[in-house]
């Protein structure tokens, strides 16, 4: 008869009443001990080793006691792990699954003593599936019991936690007024009024001496109290909690809380800061307007049939200008019966490929031996020192239009792109003679995508490495963590509490445990979008479907 080696698993998720002599962790261990002795006909025969976790969540892995059984299953040292319930093993449905696999490659199952199966017969496999369907199912219902909580309060108007803005402190589900932080609020209200623009407002707020809000985390550790800078007095402009609303993901809701500024200053600030944003991406730099609309790409573009794309624009029904390049035989109306004719927006296109030659010319590594000198200064073939260096400055001090007068041609394929520079315009505007330059050395190429993006295309030029986000990683563990406490009956509080951190945060960050696995898997592996962060997710909230998470996901690149 072959022997088979068991060894019990015994977990409680409290410490209270383990000092007892007889507790929780000895009855499991009793009642698998004597199921193990009734299979001893089978060939069963308890290990002496005790694998007891006391007072550690399921939700987890990380537990001393069943490392140390896992590390001896993987050493073939157990045939079979007999738990009291399913639960004791894991209550987190993606690391059931780690195990499962984990106990397959060793040729080792589990059983339940309680739960009437076990993973070495078909019947205890047909039994776990079902017993997995139905954890799927209660994960999903309670996922979408605890977003409906949240939408629902929000709705109501309800303060639900999170960093309290500055101008006001908590009061329950609701906000309070602190005078002397919402006179400084006001302060920068009017002052966007008065200058309206973000960067007079800092300048003008740092002569006030108007100062961020002090605050102590909970380790002790102290910020604020710093002027403000563009990017916090921008949150504060656009915040409409000021106006005494509440917003939830895009829509914003009347709030029970008292408004520091009044609804239609508010509206009217919003109005400017769009109208600001609109300014700005019709021309940098305070480019004239007329020029921002021409197309500096026209007669350069061409897809990989050699067919050019010519400008072409539309208008929205809100007068907006929309600016595109297009495959000829698609102006002309020629039709493209295999629809490859090439539809993209300009403004973006011109990005790109503004940013893939600034790669190239703020590196002087691309400058020909011939208008170097010994030294590598660039003094030969009447190299302008001075002018190299501006060459050598980051991308920001490049122009955009600049930087497009230098193509001479750009060829797209489905999966490539290519650019050719002028070597003439080039050496001219680096302060070279012309002809200093070599042609061969001024062509760049890149990986190109395309990828729709509502009713527009989003253009991605290159092929970014794996970038992993240890925030994102963290915060994504700590959500698996934290949604595995609330189905082991944990309230948000005691989370917090434990976690040290507040209420709001645990519920803000619960919602990235219902990220779709391979979502999951791209940020652990350093793939997930360039734009995503933790701070996105929270704000903009996680769909509640996965394939709206993947759109998601497809929006940002």
């Not at 017969?121 to 199912?137: C, E, I, P, V």
């Not at 909970?218 to 917003?247: E, K, M, V």
């Not at 190239?360 to 020909?368: E, G, I, Q, S, Y």
């Not at 391979?518 to 940020?523: E, F, N, P």
Request: contains cysteine; proline residues 5%.
């Amino acid at each position: 008869m072959q022997r088979t080696r068991c060894a019990i698993y015994t977990r409680k998720s409290s410490e209270d009443g383990l000092e007892q002599e007889f507790n929780s962790l000895h009855a499991q261990r009793e009642a698998c001990a004597a199921f193990v002795l009734s299979q001893k006909a089978e060939g069963w025969v308890l290990l002496p080793d005790a694998y007891d976790d006391g007072g550690l969540s399921g939700g987890t892995l990380e537990r001393p006691a069943l490392q140390r059984l896992l590390a001896d299953v993987d050493a073939g040292r157990v045939d079979r792990i007999v738990v009291y319930k399913i639960d004791r093993l894991t209550r987190a449905l993606a690391d059931f699954a780690r195990i499962v696999d984990r106990l397959d490659a060793a040729g080792a199952s589990f059983v339940s003593v309680t739960q009437s199966f076990n993973t070495a017969t078909s019947m205890g496999r047909l039994t776990l599936n079902m017993l997995l369907s139905f954890a799927q199912f209660e994960r999903e219902v309670t996922a979408e019991r605890i977003r409906d909580k949240i939408a629902a309060s929000k709705r109501k108007g309800l303060w639900m936690g999170g960093n309290v803005p500055l101008g006001y402190t908590p009061a329950g589900r609701s906000l309070t007024i602190v005078p002397a932080e919402a006179e400084t609020v006001r302060r920068l209200y009017d002052l966007y009024l008065q200058h309206g623009t973000i960067l007079a407002v800092r300048d003008h707020a740092d002569r006030l001496g108007l100062r961020t809000r002090r605050r102590t985390a909970p380790d002790g550790r102290r910020s604020g109290g710093r002027p403000f800078d563009r990017g916090h007095i921008h949150h504060i402009l656009s915040n409409p909690i000021y106006a005494g609303r509440i917003r939830h993901k895009r829509a914003v809701h009347p709030g029970q809380h008292p408004a520091i500024i009044a609804p239609e200053t508010w509206d009217e600030v919003q109005r400017r800061l769009q109208d600001g944003a609109a300014r700005r991406r019709s021309g940098r730099g305070g480019l004239d307007r007329r020029h921002a609309l021409t197309a500096p790409l026209v007669g350069k573009v061409f897809d990989e049939t050699s067919d050019r794309l010519t400008p072409s624009h539309t208008r929205t029904k809100q007068g907006k200008r929309l600016r595109y390049y297009v495959s000829s035989r698609l102006v002309r109306g020629s039709g493209d019966p295999h629809g490859t004719g090439w539809r993209l927006p300009a403004a973006e296109l011109e990005r790109q490929i503004a940013g893939l030659i600034c790669d190239r010319v703020t590196d002087r590594a691309w400058l020909p031996d011939a208008t170097r000198d010994g030294d590598g200064t660039g003094r030969g073939a009447g190299g302008n020192p001075a002018v190299l260096r501006t060459a050598g400055e980051p991308a920001t001090e490049w122009e955009t239009p600049a930087l497009l007068a230098l193509v001479d041609r750009v060829d797209i394929a489905p999966a490539s792109i290519a650019v050719r520079l002028s070597p003439v315009r080039l050496a001219v505007a680096i302060g070279l003679v012309p002809g200093a330059l070599d042609a061969d050395r001024l062509s760049l190429s890149a990986p190109f995508r395309s990828r729709r993006r509502g009713v527009e295309r989003k253009l991605i030029l290159g092929d970014p490495a794996a970038s992993p986000d240890a925030t994102l990683i963290r915060n994504l563990a700590r959500a698996h963590a934290w949604f595995a406490e609330l189905r082991a009956g944990r309230s948000y509080a005691e989370i917090a509490a434990r976690a040290g951190t507040s209420k709001r945060r645990v519920m803000q960050l619960v919602e990235l445990a219902f990220l779709a696995p391979d979502l999951a898997a791209r940020i652990l592996d350093g793939r997930q979008p360039a734009g995503l962060t933790s701070d996105l997710l929270i704000k903009q909230g996680v769909p509640e479907s996965w394939p709206d998470q993947r759109r998601l996901f497809d929006t940002l690149g």
